[in-house]
């Protein structure tokens, strides 16, 4: 079975415009998110990694083809091919259109601006001529324009409008687009008005074909550019204008977007979702007196300016609140509507969150008020730490310290990114959020997560000296089994629920949507593990989401107790404690066992690889069976096997950061 696509990968790389870019994120995370993730990605991943497996829609935006051309020509475009023909999505706008198209055409006879060629994808079996109106300027807005699209209704079975305003700055006309009805080409859109290049056979803005078993879908306009995003010009004659029309028409350009999106096999979000602004983050501990404690041991890194104390981190600057301002400031903002200018700041989706300040509350009396964290109860958390140490004997003080923010960057970057903060936190430091804007994955990935997800990262100060005897490598497969058996143990009616590891960190479960005898297992959560050295431990940032009880992007526990069991469904915040208490007994067994036979038997019991038969893509297609992780370095450990499937006694040894298991088709691809 494969699993469900749940990337949507925007190429940044060569040749790309920073504006196509940040408007093409924008839009596609306004229309797309919870249900899929929206990934800026490199011409290195297209080039390097596994991507395919994951991704629903490659979306190439607007900037010069010959970029793609020359970094993508050859063996990207064979993977890009392949992709589509395999039944992914492409999407390519203006220059993703010109890029797309089996002949590009742009500005002939106009040197310096023109470009003619064949382009290797061919897509669209036809020619792409441009610009479809004059006037265009590199790194420059003097060709922007609003142009009238007259929409192809009967080509959509969503609602959407006879014509739209789009954004044009370049784009292409897709000649002859009409006459390539036996390729299963559509028209989506034409040109409402006159163009100044020979479109051939009518005037297309907008194409749709299929190619193998994928879809496509081509513009020469940007349907994806949003007016709130649109910087004044006033040294451009009739930009003013542009701006005023574009806003005028914003719903209809969104809902001929989604409707697109929906052609190409996406799901669209039935509302629009807006990046949501940070939020501050409330430090608390289970004894709150100890917050006092922390902020002085935080002494040599606090900077003191005007009576206000701040940590200045290498990316992120950090304000510690004290009463007098944080209840003047926070009143303040409560009290007053936002400003137009805030709107735009707050929905425009293109802040560089590195430059905001980041305010830490201090709780040194009490536990955080729940209305200023309505979606965090720390009364609930802090009741379940107390009572899972009665379960575990290990469990002391992980958890302890708490800094919860609502909405955060990401829980993982806010710690990794700030190495003089890090430093001068304990071990179990816990920070967590309701809501992640920019969420960590493995390698290129991000982690999806809608409210409702259990998202949390940890502080684990491991000794150097047992780096030998406790290789730090092991810390995410024990992380994984505390996972399994924290749930497991919620609470009465979770024992035995249907939850799993795939190698080496991603949790599982049954598909509660599916008949329990089909084995068919989504993702619910993952783990990201990342190291540095300091003070003579390595410093470990745990990442952790779990899909708690939010039923998208695949499924939640919250969804398989209700399939399965009768119990009652988790709380985030009980959840969180459960895990933590459990990560701490399973790690002080490590400390005194090494990864004994016990916790390598418990890792094996709640995996989903025991013998499961792969290919070993780098070794020329090498058929091999898995049979466990290493005792030295946890490498992934498979024997060699005949056409047969018998042993021949050749063993191999995989790194979990350089190689991809793709359990579905049972692939062994080697990262580079």
Known sequence: MAARRLNVLVYTGTGTTVESVRHCLFSLRQVLSPNYAVIPITESVLLKEPWPATCALLVIPGGGDLGYCRVLNGEGNRKIADFVRRGGAYLGLC????????????????????????????????????????????????????????????????????EIFSYFNGGGVFVDAQSFKEKKVQVLASYADEIDVDGGDGKAAVVYTTFGEGRVILTGPHPEFAAV????????????????????????????????????????????????????????????????????????????????????????????QNADTRWDVDELKESLPLSGTDQSREHTGITDYETVVKKIIPHEESYPHPKSTPHFNHEIYYAGLKRYRQLESSAENWGDYLLYGEVMTSTNTLIEKNPKLVSALPTGFTISATTQIAGRGRGSNVWLAPPGSLLFSTIINHPAHLAASRPVVFIQYLAAVAIVEAIQSYDTGYEGLPVKLKWPNDIYALDPSKPRDSASYVKIGGILSQCVYANGNYQIILGIGINTINPRPTTSIEALISKFNTASPPRIETLLARILTRLESVYAQFIREGFSRDLEGRYYRHW?????????????????????????????????????????????????????????????????
């Open 95 to 162: 220059a993703g259109g010109y890029y797309g198209s089996k002949k590009c055409e742009f500005e002939v006879g106009h040197s310096p601006l023109e470009v003619i060629g064949s382009r290797e994808l061919a897509l669209f079996p036809g020619t792409c001529r441009g610009a479809a109106y004059q006037g265009f300027e590199y790194h420059g807005e003097g060709g922007a324009r609003a142009v009238r699209l007259k929409v192809a209704k009967d080509a959509f079975q969503e609602q959407i409008t006879d």
């Open 229 to 320: 995003n649109l910087h004044p010009q006033p040294a451009v004659p009739g930009y003013a204008d542009l701006i005023t029309k574009l806003t005028a028409g914003d719903e209809g350009r969104v809902r001929f977007l989604k409707a697109c999106l929906i052609k190409l096999g996406l799901e669209a979000c039935a509302e629009e979702s807006h990046t949501p602004p940070l939020s501050s983050l409330h430090l608390s501990s289970l004894k709150s007196s100890d917050v006092t404690e922390l902020l002085c041991s935080w002494d040599g890194i606090i900077e003191k300016e005007n009576g206000e104390e701040y940590i200045r981190g290498e990316t992120d600057c950090f304000h510690i």
């Open 608 to 672: 989903l690889h025991t013998g499961q038969l792969v290919t070993l893509e780098a070794e020329g297609g090498v058929k091999a069976r898995v049979i466990g992780i290493t005792h030295d370095w946890g490498l992934l450990k498979v024997e060699e096997t005949d056409r047969e499937g018998r042993a021949i006694g050749k063993m191999w040894a995989l790194q979990s950061d350089e190689n991809s298991f793709d359990y579905w088709k049972g692939l062994i691809r080697r990262r580079i």
